[in-house]
């Protein structure tokens, strides 16, 4: 059987509690975009938040630093009441030419940040200097060592990178050296999402493949102890061209409003596990009630939303857990669902555990999702569609590995993991493997990814 480039074998295996590891609290941070005085957006995390990061840190258009008015003291001195560390985020909002201005103004920009920090007390401050290219790279890094030097002993120093799960030098991801960042700073928020975005296909905005790739990448650059992965709290849409049959748009939407939009227009709503995102698609007619995303009321047609669900957000807990992250980060506070907290936080320290569950095991080809070989993940029949070929087509008692050239692309987890817990792991499910003789599948100890999702 032949599947071109992803191979997805689910099975379920019994399995005694296996115990992975303990982690200490982890950074669990909050950006907080807009106005600081509404403090029930962090209230409502029910201490689901130990960092936040507001917007209160400009640039003008030299390259100077521009404090809002956002910032005040008597916000600082509510989150250190309620022990919150406030750690606020440099931003240029995509402007590029003010990102270049900035980086190339280090000394006198990390001067004003510093004083800004003694000034107001806070915890640290986040470098979000976005849609930079690879001729900005060196600058980057040396504004960010710069600013390191300079920073009071005790507050924290984080970088905002763009995912880079195939490590691509080109487009603005090729503007973060990884290396040398991580190495100036305390830790790199990793903005894990936005693998479909604004002005590009339909998809989802964070799958599990891309967010743990994301990692694994970040894994060969950085340590563990500095890397805090971003959760998206928005989702895109996207709306059919009759004409051409492909999707166009890419909007965010707040993943709090995809209930009420759901409900107003009663389309088909499909959350593949595979994928780990839901899609919801249906359709605006002459006589449907109007409907606004956003302040902007949507035209007759056809919609696509993909979008973070509650048991998506546990899936990437659960891998910021497996691989012993620093934290995690979520974009944005106030976007999500109340109902998040309600397990968040817990789900983020808990320890990992391998109970009676099941496994998914996946022989993945790097070429997978890259820009000449992307994955259409159009949803039919509740399947994702690997190059129109359903996975539904693959028999989990029917696969076998059949070439070196997939073995040797396959990416090792046991490179990433602390091997004395994860080979007791993998050669259990080796013997149970062995044991199902009906099962034609080679299980390699080096050449496949366990990934070992908990049933919330």
């Excluded at 499909?270 to 606004?292: K, R």
């Amino acid at each position: 059987m032949r599947i071109s480039k992803i191979l997805v074998i689910s099975m379920l295996i019994v399995l005694s509690v296996l115990s992975i590891s303990y982690a200490d609290d982890r950074v669990s941070l909050g950006f907080l975009y807009g106005w600081t005085g509404n403090i029930d957006l962090i209230d409502r995390t029910n201490g689901g938040i130990n960092q936040v990061s507001p917007t209160c840190l400009d640039l003008t258009d030299n390259g100077n630093l521009l404090v809002t008015s956002n910032l005040t003291h008597e916000f600082v001195t509510k989150m250190h009441e309620r022990n919150i560390k406030v750690t606020p985020f440099l931003s240029n909002h995509w402007a590029r030419q003010k990102g270049r201005n900035a980086i190339n103004n280090a000394e006198v920009l990390s001067d004003q940040i510093v004083a800004t920090v003694i000034e107001y007390e806070l915890d640290g401050v986040n470098v979000d200097i976005e849609n930079l290219t690879i001729d900005d790279r060196d600058a980057l890094s040396e504004f960010v060592r710069i600013l390191k030097s300079k920073m009071p002993e005790g507050t924290i120093l984080s970088v905002s990178v763009a995912a880079n799960p195939y490590d691509s030098m080109t487009g603005w991801q090729g503007s973060y050296d990884y290396d040398k960042l991580g190495e100036n700073s305390d830790y790199l928020f990793i903005m894990s999402y936005d693998e479909h975005g604004i002005g590009g296909p339909e998809g989802p905005v964070s799958s599990t493949y891309f967010y743990e790739k994301s990692i694994l990448t970040a894994l060969n650059h950085v340590s563990k102890d500095k890397i805090v992965m971003g959760i998206p709290f928005f989702g895109r849409y996207w709306k059919l061209d009759e004409d051409t049959g492909e999707y166009s748009g890419g909007q965010a939407i707040v993943i709090g409003a995809v209930p009420a939009l759901m409900d107003k227009t009663n389309g088909t709503y499909v959350y593949n596990e595979l994928v780990g995102e839901a899609c919801y698609t249906f359709t605006i007619t002459d006589e449907s009630e109007p409907v606004s995303i956003n302040g902007t009321t949507l035209t007759s047609g056809t919609y696509q939303v993909w979008f973070q669900t509650n048991d998506s957000i546990r899936d990437k807990l659960w891998l910021i857990n497996f691989y012993d992250l620093l934290g995690a980060g979520v974009w944005a506070l106030g976007q999500e669902k109340a109902e998040v907290w309600k397990y968040y936080y817990t789900r983020l320290n808990e320890k990992v555990r391998i109970p009676e569950e099941q496994i998914i095991l996946s022989i993945v080809d790097e070429a997978t999702s890259s820009a000449a070989n992307r994955i259409d993940f159009t949803p039919i029949n509740d399947q994702i569609v690997a190059d129109r070929t359903s996975v539904s087509d693959v028999a989990a008692n029917s696969v076998t590995q059949t070439n070196s050239e997939t073995t040797d692309k396959v990416y090792r987890r046991e490179d990433v993991v602390d091997k004395a817990p994860y080979k007791k792991l993998r050669e259990k499910v080796k013997q149970l493997f062995r044991k199902k003789k009906e099962d034609d599948v080679e299980v390699s100890n080096n050449n496949h990814i366990f990934r070992m999702e908990a049933n919330y």
